[in-house]
Every structure is written in structure tokens, then in C-alpha cells.
């Protein structure tokens, strides 16, 4: 079973509304959390970094929560636009190791519509 | 300026070719990464290699390699390729965590199709 599970698999949403994507994670214990888009046909990029002891971390419309405690996250993207459209992946990482150690999640697959 | 670089983008070959993707790096890490993408989209790390020495490698065939010529550049070696190696490979780096924090910078990614 996959330490790191996304919901959900696949959202569309129309341009201009507010979406909240999921991440649960059971990786324990827990250094960090990060949240990557991946467009189509390229690599993932970073969009925020958050460590066990912070809650909140934004980065323009993304806005990335956790909840240690839960062992949850999200991501909340507002006033969507079409270049969102992309893979959302949530990657979690142990403390006092590598980060050739990530878990990666499955991603969630966003499409913005006009 | 591309950040992290690999080539090719896209590499079809038949069964039992040997092939090389090339990896190069131009943000001065001293950390550099293969990641296999399988069709199920998960990120897989393959290896990772600090300061030109290898410190993981997870339960890859060993018909794969990586080979680093110097600090900026990650190359990936497969021989006698199989039908299943089909994926897409990203060449990804990281920096001293006290510096650059802990982003890791993928590449574009190398789309390889064996038939």
C-alpha cells in the first residue's frame, strides 16, 4: 500500500473557481511535505515546502496546508486558471535522511475548462 | 536558462539496443537524481549521486548505470533494453539544504519507447 494517497484521482473545474486538492500520507516519522505540478509531457515543478512544525505556505493562488496531527494535507488553488491544468503531485520525505528517500504520491490530474 | 537539461526528449529503440540519456545540471548541486515515471504516473528514484559517489540505489536492474563525469552531469546508461523499460526518465538535482533549501529541480524529462 502506498504510503502517499491523493484524492482525488481527477477533478475538472470551471477557469475562475477555487479547488482543494488531498494528501494523505502514513510516511512516519515525518520531516517534510511538498506539493509539485507536473504539466503535460514535462518535469515537476515545486510549488511549496512545508516541514512537520508549520501549518500553512503559499505560493501566489496555491495555498498548501498540513495538519500533523491528521497526517493530512491540501492544496487549495483559487480563482482557477486554464495554465492549472496540470498533475498535482504530494511528495513526503523522513527526517535525517536524503531525499532519496521521497514518497511520492499518484498525483491528482487537474483540468481547468473554460 | 534551463536549470536541469536532458537529452534526448524522445528515444524510440527495439529490444536489446543499448542506449544513454544525458543529464546536466547548471545550478551547482551537489546532488543528482534519476527518476523512472511509469505509465501509473509514479515517481521512482532510481539513483542519486552526491559528489560524483553513488548512495542509493534502489532494486534497479543493474542493466542500468549512471555515470558521472564530473559534478554537473548525470548520465544514464541501459543495456540490453526490455519491452518494460518503456517510461519516461527525469534527471532531477538538489542543493546543500543549508543554501538552496530542499526544492529538487527536475528535468524535462527523456520519453523512451522500446518495440
Known amino acids: 500500500k502506498n504510503q502517499v494517497e491523493q484524492s482525488p484521482q481527477s477533478l475538472i473545474i470551471l477557469e475562475g473557481k477555487n479547488c482543494t486538492l488531498q494528501c494523505n500520507y502514513t510516511v512516519s516519522p515525518f520531516s517534510n511535505l511538498r506539493w509539485y505540478k507536473q504539466d503535460t509531457g514535462r518535469g515537476p515543478v515545486s510549488l511549496t515546502i512545508m516541514t512537520f512544525s508549520e501549518n500553512t505556505k503559499s505560493n501566489g493562488r496555491y495555498t498548501a496546508t498540513l495538519d500533523a496531527d491528521t497526517k493530512q494535507s491540501s492544496l487549495h488553488i483559487t480563482a482557477s486558471q486554464l495554465s492549472d491544468s496540470a498533475s498535482y503531485i504530494c511528495v513526503v520525505s523522513p527526517p535525517g535522511a536524503g531525499s532519496y528517500q521521497l514518497t511520492f504520491g499518484k498525483g491528482t490530474k487537474l483540468s481547468v475548462i473554460p | 536558462d534551463t536549470a536541469v537539461s536532458q537529452t534526448p526528449k524522445y528515444l524510440v529503440t527495439q529490444m536489446g539496443n543499448d542506449k544513454s540519456i544525458k543529464c546536466e545540471q547548471n545550478l551547482g548541486h551537489d546532488t543528482m537524481y534519476w527518476y523512472k515515471q511509469d505509465s501509473k504516473k509514479f515517481l521512482k528514484i532510481m539513483f542519486s549521486y552526491n559528489n560524483k559517489e553513488l548512495i542509493i540505489n534502489e532494486t534497479v536492474p543493474n542493466r542500468f548505470s549512471p555515470k558521472s563525469p ?46
Do not use: M, Q, R
Open chain 2, 70 to 115: 564530473d559534478k554537473a552531469h548525470l548520465n544514464l546508461h541501459i543495456n540490453s533494453l526490455e519491452l518494460g523499460d518503456s517510461a519516461v526518465y527525469f534527471c532531477a538535482s538538489k542543493g546543500d539544504s543549508s543554501i538552496s533549501g530542499n526544492t529538487i529541480y527536475f528535468g524535462e524529462g527523456s520519453w523512451l519507447t522500446v518495440v
